[in-house]
């Protein structure tokens, strides 16, 4: 026997989901029992629902349940197991089914697919939030509320400005809180202490360094591994003047045709995390652009137009002096 | 070895001279003279030949900083300037009358030079005139399809002529396709 419990549930959804769970019956592989949080084989998530959801994370959860996301659209969140409201019988059997058969062998019973990216050892499986950059993309909340022991951040969404509250630490330190240490909130209100706030500030650094510290070296959802990169414009000097990998990323993100990840490991030593967290922060400010590969297989499948003036590597190592000679 | 030179230009009294000077060993050699005609109204002092300074690099080797005159009836300077250039910085000066007009004038007289190197803008006297936005000065470069930075600075600090610099040479190493 298996045991099922729901986190974040409206009242009528959770007697639709014990009602179910009990005609079912024979219809699934094991039989499946609604039981109270804790202790349960799987548990389903009213992933609309982010404040119940943010306190299930945030609050000891059994590392071994399965979750199973509940959404009223299809959502983009690392979880393997989804289901779209309102609750269907057909919907429910082949989850339960394919968490039954990962447990006792894959021979029968369908698989869930397998996602692209093989995301399989994605934290959010076994407890973690998505990264935070992820959520920020995904907002559709007014407000999120980024909280740490001593300081507060509220982002508002739909008015591309944040607010903090006991500022301690700037903010990329702010953002280095480790996840668990970090609590997020959806929200429509605002929420204590920002009622009436006068100190908003444009949320592009706010969004940067989210990008840059809070990307868990994953690409955003909505980029696409393959395609094309290229940036608009040149993030502003305060959000990449120190560090040398930024402003080599943003020249090579400002190459006529873009660049993909493959060209900029290929002309850099930068660590794949930090090209991840660089490119999900220029989408999440607003100024990256993509091409996707696949759909344009003429234009973009040659090799980008002809370098007019290749960086001589001669040239290399007199950039790298004239580089060190800055920075002193 | 062949002389390393990065040329700064832009109008009359945008800040080649002190950004020069901000951030060269020496003093800048200067060749400025006493404004005579009706740029006497704006400054005292104007550029007539070129600005100088130098950058000595852990190997021994200099970097010269070469300012051009601002004032375009120098223009037959500036061909000769960039000649074996590395790279160029222009600087707009955001109290003109239009700063946008003046950045394409600078665009066009050293098109081939951007083209076979790279450029920064440089946009000034941000705190006499806010604009034109960023946006519009992007806009202005969109034809060129590289995206070249455009940063507001302040040329009288230091470390705004060093980013300046800095991005120019990732420009160079990273983005001439
Ligand atoms: N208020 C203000 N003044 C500035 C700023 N940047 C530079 N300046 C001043 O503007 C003047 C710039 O003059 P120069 O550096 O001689 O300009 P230039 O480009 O060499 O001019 P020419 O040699 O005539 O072509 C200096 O007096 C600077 O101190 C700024 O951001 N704000
Ligand atoms: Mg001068």
């Known amino acids: 026997m298996r045991t099922i419990s729901s986190v974040g549930l409206s009242q009528k959804d959770e007697n639709v989901l014990k009602a179910l769970l009990d005609l079912l019956g024979a219809r699934t ?3 499946w029992h609604y039981a109270p949080a804790g202790t349960t084989d799987a ?3 009213d992933t609309d629902n982010r404040d119940a ?13 399965t979750p199973i996301a509940y959404a009223s659209a299809p959502i983009d969140l690392p979880v393997e197991h989804r289901l779209t409201k309102p609750f269907r019988a057909a919907d429910l059997i082949a989850v339960l089914n394919t968490i039954s058969s990962r447990d006792t062998g894959p021979e029968s019973a369908e698989t869930a697919e397998p996602r692209e990216d093989a995301e399989a050892d994605i934290p959010f499986l076994s407890g973690a939030i998505p990264p935070l950059a992820q959520q920020v993309a995904e907002c ?5 509320r980024l909280s740490s022991a001593r300081q507060t951040v509220l982002l508002d969404c739909a008015n591309k400005r944040f607010a903090m509250k006991h500022p301690e630490l700037p903010l990329r330190e702010f953002l280095r809180t480790a996840p668990d240490q970090l609590d997020v909130v959806a929200c429509d209100q605002p929420g204590a202490g920002f009622e009436g706030i006068d100190s908003w500030q444009s949320d592009t650094p706010l969004r940067w360094w989210i990008g840059v510290e809070c990307s868990s070296a994953r690409l955003l959802r909505s980029l696409d591994s393959s395609s094309r990169f290229k940036i608009l414009r040149w993030p502003e000097p305060g959000l990449i003047k120190h560090s040398q990998h930024y402003l080599s990323l943003s020249a090579l993100l400002s190459r006529k045709s873009g660049v993909t990840l493959a060209e900029i490991a290929s002309a ?4 794949a995390d930090v090209v991840t967290g660089f490119i999900n922060a220029a989408s999440l400010t607003g100024i990256l652009t993509t091409r996707t590969v696949k759909n344009e297989p003429g234009a973009v499948l040659a090799p980008p137009a002809a370098d007019p ?8 190592g007199l950039f790298a002096r004239i580089r060190a000679r800055l920075t002193l | 070895m062949s002389e390393i030179k990065l040329i700064i230009t832009g109008t009359p009294g945008a800040g080649k001279t002190t950004a020069i000077a901000a951030i060269s060993e020496t003093p800048p050699v200067r060749t400025d003279t006493a404004t005579t005609d009706d740029l006497a109204e704006v400054k005292d002092v104007t550029t007539v030949a070129m600005d100088f300074g130098e950058l000595t690099l852990d190997d021994g080797q200099k970097v010269f900083l070469y300012g051009t ?9 500036w061909k000769i300037l960039v000649q074996g250039g590395l790279g160029l910085i222009i600087l707009v000066d955001c109290s003109r009358p239009d700063p946008l007009a003046d950045l394409d004038m600078y665009l066009e007289n050293f098109a081939d030079f951007i083209h076979q190197t790279g450029v920064v803008v440089g946009v000034t006297r941000r705190d006499q005139s806010a604009t034109p936005s960023l946006d519009e000065f992007y806009e202005r470069l969109e034809a060129w399809g590289r995206v070249f930075p455009v940063f507001e600075v302040d040329v ?16 160079l190493e990273f983005a001439t396709a």
């Not at chain 1, 850099?268 to 660590?271: K, N, R, T, W, Y």
């Open chain 1, 140 to 144: 559709r909340t007014r407000y999120l």
């Open chain 1, 309 to 316: 003036a290749p960086a001589a590597p001669v040239n290399k």
């Open chain 1, 268 to 271: 850099s030593s930068i660590a």
């Open chain 2, 156 to 171: 009288r600090q230091k470390d705004d002529v060093s980013l300046m610099i800095s991005a120019l040479i990732s420009t």
């Open chain 1, 53 to 65: 959801l943010a306190q299930w994370l945030a609050h000891g959860h059994d590392r071994t349940l």
């Open chain 1, 29 to 31: 592989r094991e039989a």
């Open chain 2, 69 to 77: 005159p601002g004032q375009q009836r120098f223009e037959f300077m």
């Open chain 1, 43 to 45: 548990v389903i998530l």
